[in-house]
Structures are given as C-alpha cells and as structure tokens.
C-alpha cells in the first residue's frame, strides 16, 4: 500500500526559504519507473504542479517556478525533499506530493498525501 | 504550454442526475487526461487516467471520453458522495492542471 505525508512549516516569512518533506513508504524512487511530484492549491484556487524526480533523479519543473524551485531524493529514508526560495503571500498554499504513474509522456498522480498547508506572512 | 479549460465551473445537481464535465486542452494531448475529485480538506483522488480508464475501485458510475482537444468526465448518476470539485489534468506534456468544477448540491 502506498501513502504518502507532507511536512514542513506552517508559516514561513516573505522572502524566505521553503523547506518541505515528502515520506512516503509503499515503494522505492530508486526502482525504474517510480516518481514523485509536487502540486500545490491556493487558498480557493486550482491545482497548480511545482516539481517532479525520477527513480533515475533526473527532475523536471514547472516552467513558470522553474528558478525559485530544487527537488531532491534520499532513498535511503524514503523521502523527497522540495525547497522553493524567495517565498512571498501569493505562495499560500496547500501542498501535497505524489506518486506518479509513467503511463503516458508524463505523468498523472495515483496516490497523494494529505496535505500541508503553509502560510506565508510577516 | 498547454492550457485546460473547464466547464461549467460550478454545476448545481441533484442526487440521481446524470452530470457532464468539459475539459478541453490549447493544443492536442492525445488521450494523455485524468481526472481527479477533490473534497475541502482530502487529498484528490484519481478517478480516470488516459481519458478513459476507470481507476482501480472507482465506482462504475464515473465514465470519461474524449481525445485531442475535448474531454468529458460523466458522472451516470449522481450520488450524495459525489459532491465535490472535478479537475482534469494534461500530461502530455509537462502537467497542467484545468481551474476545476464544482458540482455542489442544487
């Protein structure tokens, strides 16, 4: 069974660094084929994907978040780490990670944690 | 990029109805859509990959179709369960998510 859970922060500062861990158990992201991704809501707002690391570690990210955004692996505790600079109020947000599924180009999520959110505030 | 859209962002059903949800994607991804249902407070759940697969131990009353452009997530009668907001996701390349639908109680 594969699950999934957020940890991190609740409040960070404008112009701080973010520091999220994903942990997860259910599989291995050194096996070929596994991934897991990074998505996160805005208050009332839609679905937005950040990241991506593969069981090989390349990475992919979202273009527009490309630069502030670095996701990493440590297979040996199981956890992918995501870290996003420069964070202001509009990075409110509820973030979750993922397991990806490869069946396609990219990827879609079959499983997902619960949540994190983090608020950014002075 | 590709950009999703969907419509309607808000429906309005009752319990029984059949419901209709429209993605449609700026460029061509193939079959390359899911379907999630979120609920406030829950992790999204997967409902459809590849336009049209049910995933595993979703109720059959949850359909997908489409290819290209345009995509439809059906929903063959509505159940009290089902109240929540639908998102399509492209990945055809990179991902992108579409704004959602929320159908709530009518």
């Known amino acids: 069974q594969i699950t999934l859970k957020e940890s991190g922060p609740t409040l960070v500062k404008p112009t701080q660094t973010l520091t999220l861990t994903c942990t997860f158990s259910?599989?291995?992201?050194?096996?070929?084929?596994?991934?897991v991704g990074w998505i996160r809501q805005p208050p009332g707002k839609a679905l937005e994907w950040l990241a991506l690391?593969?069981?090989?570690?390349?990475?992919r990210y979202s273009p527009s978040l490309r630069s502030r955004l670095t996701i990493i692996r440590d297979t040996s505790k199981n956890q992918v780490v995501l870290t996003m600079t420069n964070m202001d109020p509009v990075d409110t947000a509820t973030y979750y990670c993922?397991?990806?599924?490869?069946?396609?180009?990219?990827?879609?999520?079959?499983?997902w944690g619960q949540g994190t959110l983090v608020t950014v505030s002075s | 990029d590709i950009q999703m859209t969907q419509s309607p962002s808000t429906l309005s059903a009752s319990v029984g109805d059949r419901v209709t949800i429209t993605c449609r994607a700026s460029?061509?991804?193939?079959?390359?859509l899911a379907w999630y249902q979120h609920k406030p407070g829950k992790a999204p759940k997967l409902l459809i990959y590849?336009?049209?697969n049910l995933e595993s131990g979703v109720p059959s009353r949850f359909s997908g179709s489409g290819s290209g452009t345009e995509f439809t997530l059906t929903i063959s009668s509505l159940q009290p369960d089902d109240f929540a907001t639908y998102y399509c996701?492209?990945?055809?390349?990179?991902?992108?998510f579409g704004p959602g639908t929320k159908v709530d109680i009518k």
């Open positions: 259910g599989f291995s992201l050194s096996t070929g084929g596994e991934t």
């Open positions: 690391i593969y069981w090989d570690d390349d990475k």
């Open positions: 996701q492209q990945y055809n390349s990179y991902i992108t």
């Open positions: 993922a397991h990806g599924n490869s069946y396609g180009p990219t990827h879609f999520f079959d499983y």
């Open positions: 590849k336009a049209s």
């Open positions: 460029q061509s991804i193939s079959s390359w």
